[in-house]
């Protein structure tokens, strides 16, 4: 196996399978729990939008995380995350895309949507200061800028520089097969 240092590592300290599923948990914030889908202030049921978990002790919802890099683990690069097991008439696949607020501006990060402002996926970041092995922080480039994803005031997830770190948390037992 190579160096663990290109690979990202769940709250055990095991690496995160490629394709596994995991609770996304915020770290040094005192607003909740793990992420989860939430419907936004609106009259349609969809997109969701991905929100922290107003209670400090739930896991959140579970989501598949996924890289285009052929590996068992996922490494540093290009990331996509995925609703699991989510029972909504959104629009399948229900991964994490943009949507704009047109009229605050903000940029929220949804699912269900087909509202995107680019294609490219997320990445995921390990931070280079006071930061835990564990921990990470998840941004999103273009060919132009990389912005950081964080928390508005009504809770929910968007591209805004807030720096937050997340740990994952096994969602499942995952096994896997030694090919």
């Not at 909504?88 to 994490?96: G, M, V």
């Not at 930061?131 to 800028?145: G, H, K, M, R, T």
Request: aromatic share 12%.
């Amino acid at each position: 196996m190579a160096a663990s240092y290109a690979y990202i590592t769940d709250e055990d300290g095991e690496l995160v399978l490629n394709g596994g599923t995991y609770y996304i948990i915020p770290q040094r914030t005192a607003n909740g729990g793990g992420l989860t889908v939430a419907q936004k202030q609106q009259t349609s049921a969809c997109p969701l939008f991905i929100a922290q978990e107003k209670d400090g002790s739930s896991n959140g919802h579970p989501f598949k995380i996924t890289s285009p890099i052929s590996s068992k683990y996922l490494p540093f690069g290009p990331t996509e995350f995925y609703i699991v097991d989510d029972t909504t008439t959104c629009t399948k696949p229900l991964s994490w895309r943009f949507t704009r607020d047109n009229a605050t501006g903000h940029i929220y990060v949804a699912a269900g949507t087909t509202q995107s402002l680019g294609p490219s996926p997320f990445g995921i970041l390990s931070p280079f200061s006071d930061a835990q092995p564990d921990e990470y922080e998840i941004f999103y480039c273009d060919n132009v800028l990389c912005e950081g994803s964080g928390f508005y005031e009504n809770g929910l997830l968007g591209l805004n520089n807030d720096h937050v770190r997340f740990r994952f948390r096994k969602a499942f037992t995952q096994t896997s097969q030694i090919m």
